[in-house]
């Protein structure tokens, strides 16, 4: 535990912000998460996984903790399952690659999510028709100010769509130290969404496996979203929104092409990307903050942008997107 003043978090979020901390240590057991938790007593606290999901709009006034808890356990197993405990700090894909690696089903549509184990139950992590929920167990949580630890099962963290407990009502109060996956000794392929089977065919794929799901999938993410090591960026900038059926209508009569996905509850879920590229925003450029050129949702820094930049920008897409469509748009992204 080396414990740093007044550094550059630039190389630890994937937007690429200049952004100062005034204090940063990194924590690789909990007992330096102790002893950090005693010297950081009073001031700002973040907790930092891959820096893969947050703008820094102005330095950071406090400590910048960086989670390095690591390890991917099999804890127990059932006729159908194996239950797998792993290390807020273990990145995300690598994990993914272990599970398919070991035969562990249920992960392979979240192949490529950059960011780290412990930030996948904060925004209940999505894509390609499955989420973080749908496989997790339980976690463990340190309460900064309790000094305790205590276990959330799928219940207590409250998961909707790209939300949970930690985001909102307990937010800031506690760290994620491990996660409990629940993985399947059989795979329920779920190919459904999107441009899944059309890749699967285009790769060949005779026989589905696990493997071949997760190629598909990252496949497809490589031909649509920017490589952070390239551009900066922390994926979609912003929430898809849900809107009522009836409202939906409504806008279908105004713009034909307008996307949207029926939900359970009878809303319909808008594709975000279409209704900011109708504004005009795809490829948009201003200095070196932009809107990416091949996914509107994406909001970019070209280099040097800084995350004040990147905010205004946000603040002129939505402000758009509600005066052409009456339409609310939500930052996904954590604001610090
Ligand atoms: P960070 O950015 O480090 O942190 C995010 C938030 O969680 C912060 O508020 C932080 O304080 C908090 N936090 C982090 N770790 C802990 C912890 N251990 N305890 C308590 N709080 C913590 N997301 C999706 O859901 N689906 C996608 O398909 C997807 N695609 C993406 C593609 C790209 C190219 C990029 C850059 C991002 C994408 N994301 C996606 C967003 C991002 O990858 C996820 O949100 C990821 O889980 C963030 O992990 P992280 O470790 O980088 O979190
Ligand atoms: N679209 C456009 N223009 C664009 C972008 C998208 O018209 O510039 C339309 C297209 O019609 C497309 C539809 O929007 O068919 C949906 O686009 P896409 O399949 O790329 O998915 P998305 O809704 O933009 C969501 C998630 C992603 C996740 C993918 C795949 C949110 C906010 N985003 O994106 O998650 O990877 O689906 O499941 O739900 C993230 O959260 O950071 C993220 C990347």
Redesign the pocket.
Known sequence: MQIQQNISLRQYNTMGIDAQARQFSTFGTVDELQELTALSESSPRLVLGGGS?MLLTRDFNGWVLKNELTGIELIDETDEYYYVKVGAGENWHGFVQTAISRGWAGVENLSL?PGNVGASPM?N?????VEVKDVFEELEAWHWNEKTTRTFSNNDCGFG??ESVFKRQLKDQYVILNVVFRLRKQPKFNTS??AIEQELEKMGVKELSIAAVSQAVINI?RS??PDPAVIGN???F???PSIPAAQFQQLKQNFEGI?GYNNPDGSVKL????L??QCGW?GFRRGDAGC?A?????LVNYGNATGAEIYELSTEIVDSVQNKFGVELER?VNII
């Open positions: 999901n999510i925004q992590i999505g894509a390609y028709g769509y790209r969404y999107g993410r649509k979203l922390a994926g979609s912003f929430k898809n996307v594709a975000a990307g279409w900011i590229e795809k990416h091949k996914q509107a949702l994406v996904e």
